[in-house]
């Protein structure tokens, strides 16, 4: 295999404590300090600043004014505290004034997964959990300790209160405010409201087409009526066990909700707006 060389600018800070993997670029006026490993291929395009303990994984693009491990915005957090810091994944993409916060805790970062698609504005909080092939659309904000499941779309400016949890494969719409968990495959569309389920990420995630349909008759038939929440987990297993994984999903979700689930709408809405609002 061709090795390709590292570039760091000239006038790019990189501290002696980083390590920089094969074909690594640190563009114009970088500052780079800290334990920060930086795998092959990374490139900083310009005025990145970047504090460790960190990681970015091989590929990764991060555009000019991003901030990568800053400390924690929370007042019991200071300068000296120690910190875990943060690990972004592969194959990324991070765009301007970005910011991925560093953990409030010194064993576990704040981690952001493979494929990452962070767009102007966005933020990670301390100590959240993004997982692989998730959007954050320009402006949208993950408060701390915020989880968020693999292939979520999280659109703009919405913002997710700090230790919700939002399930795989979820739809958040723009300007949402999510203080409340979300049940995976499903589409928030007002605040703390579920309104369908994601129809169009679920096909491009190559499910099955029974599985989606099991998954668009429980929402209607299950959560959208309200019903007490042990009776809907027992609901979901029923329907799922031996047929449905995703229906399990659900219910292993809901089971274990911290603050509490996102009711769905109670009025009926046609099949296709589900689909529309995701195209």
Not at 72 to 94: C, H, L, S, Y
Not at 174 to 187: A, E, Q, R, Y
Request: net charge negative.
């Amino acid at each position: 295999m061709t090795m390709t060389s590292t570039s760091v600018h000239p006038t790019a800070i990189v501290s002696d404590e980083a390590q920089l993997g094969d074909g690594v670029e640190i563009g114009a006026y970088c500052i780079v300090r800290g334990p920060v490993t930086l795998g092959d291929g990374v490139r900083l395009i310009s005025h990145v600043c970047i504090d460790g303990p960190g990681q970015i994984g091989a590929g990764t693009i991060v555009h000019p004014f991003v901030r990568l491990g800053g400390s924690a915005q929370d007042r019991k957090i200071g300068p000296e505290d120690v910190t875990a810091g943060f690990v972004v994944g592969e194959a990324g993409i991070i765009r301007e004034y970005a910011t991925v916060h560093a953990a409030t805790n010194d064993h576990t970062p704040t981690s952001v997964g493979d494929r990452i698609f962070m767009m102007c504005a966005s933020h990670v909080g301390h100590d959240a959990r993004v997982g692989n092939d998730v959007n954050l659309i320009n402006g949208c904000l993950l408060a701390g300790h915020v989880v968020v499941e693999d292939n979520v779309n999280i659109s703009g400016n919405a913002a997710v209160h700090q230790h919700c949890h939002i399930g795989r494969l979820g739809m958040v719409s723009g300007g949402v405010v999510l203080t409340m968990d979300m049940l995976p495959f499903c589409t928030a569309i007002l605040r703390n409201r579920i309104a369908g389920v994601n129809l169009v990420g679920m096909r491009r995630a190559g499910m099955d087409r029974l599985e989606i349909q099991a998954v668009r008759d429980a929402y209607r038939d299950l959560v959208r009526t309200g019903m007490a929440r042990q009776d809907l987990i027992a609901e979901l297993r029923a329907r799922g066990e031996g047929r449905f994984p995703a229906l399990l999903e659900m219910a292993s979700f809901a089971e274990n909700a911290k603050r509490g689930l996102a009711p769905g709408l109670r009025t009926a809405r046609r099949d296709s707006f589900e689909g529309d609002m995701l195209a």
